[in-house]
């Protein structure tokens, strides 16, 4: 069995951990590798290249290390950085990470009308695995993949389709279409492909299909939303067309009972659906601590003050990997609040570790997955509607308007007053997130185990 994605996505990296911590460990291939897949997962990428013979070994490249055109500059900062050729911008970098370390995952290079033209495409390795070209209109034409040394691996043309997979030998090997190299890559890395749990109805499903007989027991994950239609390629395998033994697996709640609704009609349908959630990686318990927590890069928090005034026996820690603007800084003098502007990462997670409550109130771009880590910390997490940066993880009753600063003030302190407040707001939580114990995965898989 293999776990076959599209992407490495939050929701992809939730249903390989939640098998993990049932006991179940399947090899899990990634379709679109960025060059930051974690170890225990693969890619076709990978595995070509290291059939070229190239060792994965090394540290990312850091933003000052790109090679430049003489006289150009870098202006960088933690979200990223501007190519600079005397005043006039013909770059752009984007970091891999938001910690201010400053990885670069691509470098964008823009003609003189700012259109991009090439993007140099970094991995967790520090050497640029692949460059894409752009015609005059800003669409990609063309991506080849190197090795470290630039020998080309794999070229893909955007424009047909088509893409050629240069062998160890120096021999090509050509291709119609992505479909037919990476069924080509799973029956040539010898992977157990019987069994294929997949989560998206695009690539994924067309690979299913192109292997055909091969696999016995393909098994959807369907982890989106879904509303009032059901997707055509869903209902192509309602319709039976991935044999007897295809599966259905819903990860949201809503989304299931949406399905559900929608098939009533169908009495026709044989694939049999279900409902898992995820077994997240919780790290700790509640300890009930009225120690509130907020990462940010900016100095747009919402009704921030109205809160620390409101809340006068909570403490607020503020921190930013970024240097602070003086309207952050002049929160410093309210006695409930300590400010870490350029926070290092010892520090982090020294503040997670001590904060129970985490208020997602920030405008502008999240930083270190604060909401994801404050859910893994089994923080309560409050914000307002319109500066919410993962909503999964956030209960509609822990949601509220700006007009409703106040309502979320006496909420808060009604949730530390005894009772059982806080325990019924995680659980809303959980609930939101589709949390699930392991053992529900453990029984999951032995129940739905085919024999092949």
Do not use: C
């Not at 630039?150 to 279409?177: D, W």
């Not at 696999?215 to 319709?239: C, S, T, Y």
């Not at 919410?388 to 003030?409: F, G």
């Amino acid at each position: 069995m293999i776990n076959l994605f599209n992407f490495y996505t939050v929701e992809s990296k939730d249903l390989q951990f939640s098998q993990l911590v049932a006991g179940q460990k399947y090899p899990t291939v990634v379709l679109h590798d960025d060059g930051f897949l974690p170890d225990d997962v693969t890619s076709p990428l990978k595995y070509y290249l290291q059939l070229a013979g190239e060792e994965l070994v090394g540290k990312p490249r850091y933003f000052n290390q790109i090679d430049l055109p003489r006289y150009w500059a870098i202006e960088a900062n933690s979200s990223g950085g501007k190519l600079m050729d005397m005043g006039l911008q013909r770059g752009r970098i984007t970091f891999a990470t938001t910690d201010n370390s400053r990885p670069v995952k691509t470098v964008e290079w823009f003609d003189r009308n700012g259109q991009v033209r090439v993007v140099d495409h970094y991995n967790q390795w520090g050497f640029k695995h692949a460059v894409t070209d752009y015609d005059e209109a800003g669409h990609p034409t063309l991506t080849t993949y190197l090795t470290r040394a630039g020998q080309e691996i794999v070229v893909s043309n955007h424009l047909t389709g088509q893409l050629v997979y240069y062998q160890p030998n120096g021999q090509p090997r050509f291709f119609n279409n992505q479909t037919e190299i990476i069924a080509y890559y799973l029956q040539q890395a010898d992977l157990d492909i019987r069994q294929i749990n997949f989560n998206s109805l695009s690539t994924p499903l067309f690979v299913v299909q192109k292997l055909g007989a091969a696999v016995k027991h393909p098994r959807l994950f369907w982890q989106e939303p879904l509303q009032d239609a059901i997707p055509g390629n869903m209902q192509f395998i309602l319709n039976g067309n991935l044999g007897p033994n295809a599966e259905i697996v819903i990860q949201t709640k809503a989304a299931y009972d949406n399905l559900r609704r929608l098939v009533a009609d169908q009495p026709q349908q044989q694939v049999q659906l279900s409902y898992l959630g995820y077994a997240y990686p919780f790290q700790r318990l509640n300890k009930e601590r009225k120690e509130i927590l907020i990462l940010t890069n900016s100095d747009q928090l919402v009704e921030i003050e109205s809160l620390i005034k409101g809340l006068p026996d909570f403490h607020f820690a503020i921190a930013a990997v970024t240097e602070m603007s003086s309207k952050l800084m002049s929160l410093d003098h309210y006695a409930n609040v300590d400010l870490y502007p350029t926070v290092a990462t010892k520090t982090v997670r020294k503040l997670v570790a001590h904060a129970d409550v985490y208020l997602d109130i920030n405008r502008g771009n999240e930083i270190l997955d604060a909401v994801r880590g404050a859910f893994e910390n089994n923080m309560l997490i409050m914000g307002f509607e319109e500066t919410l940066h993962a909503p999964r993880y956030v209960a509609p009753v822990n949601r509220y308007q700006p007009a409703q600063v106040d309502q979320m003030v006496a909420d808060l302190q009604a949730v530390f007053a005894p009772g059982d407040q806080l325990e019924n707001r995680l659980q809303a939580q959980w609930q939101a997130a589709d949390r699930v114990v392991p053992d529900v995965y453990r029984d999951f898989f032995a129940k739905h185990h085919w024999s092949i």
